[in-house]
């Protein structure tokens, strides 16, 4: 899934008119150049335009006003090639609502010792501009990435490319619509929260609805639909014997596929990215959403269970940001230990809700009791998770304010069959021990859902916590 579409990032370049037209000329040639290389990189991800080279204070002012209103504009570059006084960028950042990413760089790579004379000084003196400007945005107390080093060099081209995919998530989730579809699971903590500050902080609304929404669009499926992606579950995967046609359970299989096609008419209708059950508030639908939400999660959506809306939140946005990567990202819940061995392991899962997106293999399409619900045994599907590294992240309302704590951890092979565990799993080796990770998150006041990437580090989620404006708890 290609998320980037046509959203850009806009690069502007500051300089001033003191060194006459000759000297602005060249540095937008010199602008377009690196332009140029970073769109040949596979690194950055982000499609990245030349806006302007900007010497005045109206100019840098009006500039920011159009990146505002860009609604392509996912985020701006900005680096002072000359010298560029910053008090004219006042204004102009005092309006900017784009994350910026201040790429301190430099055109030259080495001073020609035999040819070096005022001009060449003129001309590349990133070396004292960038700090000028810098200055200003530490004093205005504006939050941004800073990439550092020659712009040829693949760590710089690797950071920008990380702030790319946090901007692409932030310019996501500040319009998502998040569906809760039944409330809270009862008594549950960490699920709950401040919705209205959310929607405040991070841009996405979340709203209520009931489960007979969705059993009412069941009601009302096309025959041929259902039957069509009865033959895609027979292709993607691996089904039981009893959930095939003619099995004792293919009418299960049957009311699963009405489930997912649902949920899918119903957020397409009401235009949400995200969503969020409970076993708890069920209404007519005859299964706990089981393949159904693992199989929109795969699609892009953002999904989490209990009601939990800001896991739900954040794993679209982080969807997102993952965009063209193939490893996976899922909705998880540390829900077991190993201890025993000599380094204690994590088991994820959860009752249903796994996205295929991370499985090592094609899914086992099965069919189990389940001992909370009240319903008829879902369809789940079933698989390993791949191994690799990657992150485990939540975001918690503290009450006063919003934490993300995100955790580096290591999805290692799980070696023993697990015939009698009916439900999709990753065995997490958390970074940098166990002790410190668990202590750590605990303290921090993590939560048991998160999400799960194998396609995100640490980095990408920090750069995130930077344009929103909240607290990035790293354990590593
Ligand atoms: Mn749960």
Redesign the pocket.
């Known amino acids: 899934m290609n998320f980037f579409n046509n959203k850009t990032v806009q690069f502007i370049c500051g300089s001033q008119h003191l060194y006459g037209d000759q000297v602005i000329d060249k540095v937008e040639i010199n602008v377009k150049e690196i332009i140029d290389h970073f769109n040949k990189s596979d690194k950055i991800p982000a499609l990245i335009k030349f806006k302007k080279v900007l010497t005045t204070p109206d100019e840098i002012t009006k500039t920011c006003l159009e990146l505002n209103n860009d609604e392509n504009c996912i985020g701006v570059i900005i680096w002072m090639h000359t010298f560029s006084p910053a008090k004219m960028w006042i204004s102009g950042l005092k309006k900017l609502t784009k994350p910026i990413c201040h790429l301190h760089t430099q055109f030259n790579t080495e001073i020609p010792w035999d040819s070096i004379n005022m001009d060449f000084m003129n001309l590349n003196q990133s070396a004292h501009g960038d700090r000028e400007f810098a200055h200003l945005l530490t004093r205005m107390k504006i939050s941004r990435k800073v990439a550092v080093g020659h712009w040829k060099e693949e760590y710089v081209k690797k950071e920008i490319g990380v702030w790319s995919r946090s901007a692409l998530g932030w310019d996501e989730i500040q319009n998502l619509k998040v569906a809760r579809i039944g409330d809270n699971m009862r008594d549950v903590a960490v699920t709950e929260g401040d919705k209205l500050e959310a929607h405040i902080k991070f841009g996405f609304s979340v709203n209520g609805y009931d489960s007979d929404d969705i059993s009412s669009e069941v009601d009302f499926l096309d025959e041929e639909e259902v039957n069509s992606l009865i033959e895609e579950y027979q292709s993607d995967y691996d089904i039981a014997p009893k959930l095939q046609r003619g099995g004792t359970l293919h009418s299960n299989l049957i009311d699963a596929a009405k489930i997912e096609l649902g949920i899918k008419n119903f957020l397409e209708k009401v235009g949400c990215m995200a969503f969020t059950t409970t076993f708890e508030n069920l209404g007519g639908l005859k299964q706990l959403p089981g393949i159904s939400v693992q199989r929109l999660m795969k699609m892009g959506y953002g999904f989490a269970?209990?009601g939990d809306w800001k896991t739900a939140a954040l794993l679209r946005a982080m969807k997102v940001m993952a965009s063209g990567l193939d490893k996976g990202t899922s909705f998880m819940?540390d829900y077991t230990y190993h201890f025993g061995s000599k380094k204690p392991l994590v088991l994820g899962s959860?009752m249903l809700e796994v996205c295929p997106s991370i499985s090592d293999s094609i899914p086992r399409c099965e069919i189990h009791p389940l001992s909370i619900g009240n319903r008829e045994d879902p369809v789940r599907l079933v698989f390993n998770a791949k191994t690799g590294e990657g992150i485990n992240a939540c975001l918690v309302d503290m009450g006063e304010h919003f934490r993300m704590i995100v955790n580096e951890v290591k999805s290692v092979k799980i070696d023993n069959k697990l015939p009698r565990l009916p439900v999709a799993r990753a065995l997490l080796d958390v970074q940098p021990n166990f002790i410190h990770a668990t202590r750590s998150w605990m303290l921090a006041g993590g939560s048991h859902?998160t999400v799960f990437s194998l396609d995100l580090n640490i980095d990408h989620l920090n750069d995130f916590c930077e344009m929103a404006g909240i607290e990035c708890v790293r354990i590593n």
């Open positions: 269970a209990e819940e959860h859902h």
